[in-house]
T-cell receptor
């Protein structure tokens, strides 16, 4: 399984932008980069995904390095509700299973 | 109201008893997944199913069993053979084809074995 590396924790202030980094140096050419987040005692929820180009949606932006060995999830204005564990995941398409391989993620704390 | 239902939210069992966790979905998704999460850790895949009457072992299938008799339902049985069953169990669904497709997660069942 292709691995990702994320900082254990990050801290931000409310209404400031947050940049959450992820390294994935062993990414293969067909791996998609997905981000999920998990609020305390809840199931994860999808945030965004991309392949090669930067992506934007209503929740966040995803910036992907040109060599695809790293990416950054950008929350443009953090709110208290964004406090969660953020997981950077490469889609494993071996055998068509498309399972998600979760690491420990980055715990984001948002200060009021 | 579309979504994934897992029941119950909290479950307590005595050691040595089998227990079945429920997962129901009305999203019409072909694929369903069971994950386990231990405190401070990421999720680990137990079993998955891409179509009715078919399922595959994930990374930590020992001590667990599943069935997929209906598209909407994917129950997970935690057997007495599972050495450390206390954990947070999450069910997910998704479209079975296409790498970019997201997975949708249920609210989870927290199992405590006493």
């Amino acid at each position: 399984d292709a691995k990702t590396t994320q900082p254990n924790s990050m801290e931000s202030n409310e209404e400031e932008p947050v940049h959450l980094p992820c390294n994935h140096s062993t990414i293969s050419g067909t791996d998609y980069i997905h981000w999920y987040r998990q609020l305390p005692s809840q199931g994860p929820e999808y945030v965004i995904h991309g392949l090669t180009s930067n992506v934007n949606n209503r929740m966040a932006s995803l910036a992907i390095a040109e060599d695809r060995k790293s990416s950054t999830l950008i929350l443009h204005r953090a709110t208290l509700r964004d406090a969660a564990v953020y997981y950077c995941i490469l889609r494993d398409r071996e055998g068509g299973s498309e399972k998600l391989v979760f690491g420990k993620g980055t715990k984001l704390t948002v200060n009021p | 109201d579309g979504g994934i239902t897992q029941s119950p939210k909290y479950l307590f069992r005595k050691e040595g008893q089998n227990v079945t966790l429920s997962c129901e979905q009305n999203l019409n998704h072909d694929a369903m997944y069971w994950y386990r999460q231990d405190p401070g850790q990421g999720l680990r895949l137990i079993y998955y199913s891409q179509i009715v009457n078919d399922f595959q072992k994930g990374d930590i299938a020992e001590g667990y069993s599943v069935s997929r008799e209906k598209k909407e339902s994917f129950p997970l049985t935690v057997t007495s053979a599972q050495k450390n069953p206390t954990a947070f169990y999450l069910c997910a669904t998704g479209l079975s084809s296409g790498g970019p497709n997201e997975q949708f997660f249920g609210p989870g069942t927290r199992l405590t074995v006493l």
